[in-house]
């Protein structure tokens, strides 16, 4: 996220251009080198077109004993009509480079695992690809967008109900260690933040979805749910959204889509000012912590409830949008 262009594509391509080049993607060689992992600590990958795919397994299956003994041994790519980057063959070769060998349908991966990381890049096919897992009784991180609309969210959060299976969503950047900090109270009770972001959209997804929630991660971290009302105005380059909380506290996002603005922002409490962000390289690490710990104990770190207020939060900023910068309040949207 770092670099000349804060947009989804560009990081994508950049990330991936590290990874081994394409042509070896069922080589025996690679196969063989699978990792032996006990029952209870295998990780199955689903999606190889996005970056993580190859940075999680990378930063997993070469880390240190705070990995708890997990391991990424499998990977599958659902094909679907809506490949929105092309970068598997790369991806999928440095997956198994680093010990995961490739399988070719959802039921081998889930026969090969017992938690899995849902990564596909495209929001769109979350619920469909997440509902086997979920029935399967196996805990999923699912990347973030979620989903790429509320409703297909609260399709996703039913599921998890349904088969009393644990999942979790969220950015990176929720678990910055500057985010962190403030969250463990260093400016004690936080009065408001500001924060920015890229903000390039993809059509199929809420506006905000696509990439300014990274953002939005790091308001919510901080300030918590209770968003009672968003109101956003709207120009071709530039966002500003606005959120008013239950308690009378205000949340800003400003969202950038022709210039680098990285990601960071500005935390506002009773005890002075602090800094969020901005992402690094040890950003990856902190979430991938939390998804061990996950794993590990079966208790998501961020609840379902504050996502799905998240996603309302993006779905009031589009009302708001088409209705010129009128106030949309979020009680409506989520039940």
Sequence with gaps: MEGKRYNRRGFVKAASSVAVGAGILYHPMLQARTLRVPRGKRIGIIGLDTSHSEVFTRMINTGSTEMRGFRVVAAYHPETNRDILNVKPKIAAAVQKHGAMLVNSMDELLDACDVVLLETI???????????????????????????????????VAAAEKYNTPFFSSSSLRFDA???????GNIGRVTGADVFTPAEMEPSHL?????ALHGLEMLYAVLGRGCISVTRLYQEDTDIIIGTW????????????????????TAFGEKGTAPLGPFSEDTY?????QIIQFFDSKVPPVTAAETLELFSFMQAADESRRNQGSPVSLSSLLF
């Design 122 to 156: 495209d929001g769109v096919p979350h619920l469909e690809q997440a509902l086997p897992v979920l029935k399967a009784g196996k805990p999923v991180f699912i990347d973030k967008p979620l989903s790429a609309t509320l409703e297909g969210a609260k399709a996703i």
């Design 178 to 184: 500057n985010v962190q900090k403030v969250v463990a």
């Design 207 to 211: 506006d905000m979805a696509w990439y």
């Design 246 to 265: 239950d308690d009378g506290r205000m949340g800003t996002v400003r969202g950038v889509r022709k210039w680098p603005a990285g990601i960071a922002g």
């Design 285 to 289: 690490k902190q979430l991938i912590d």
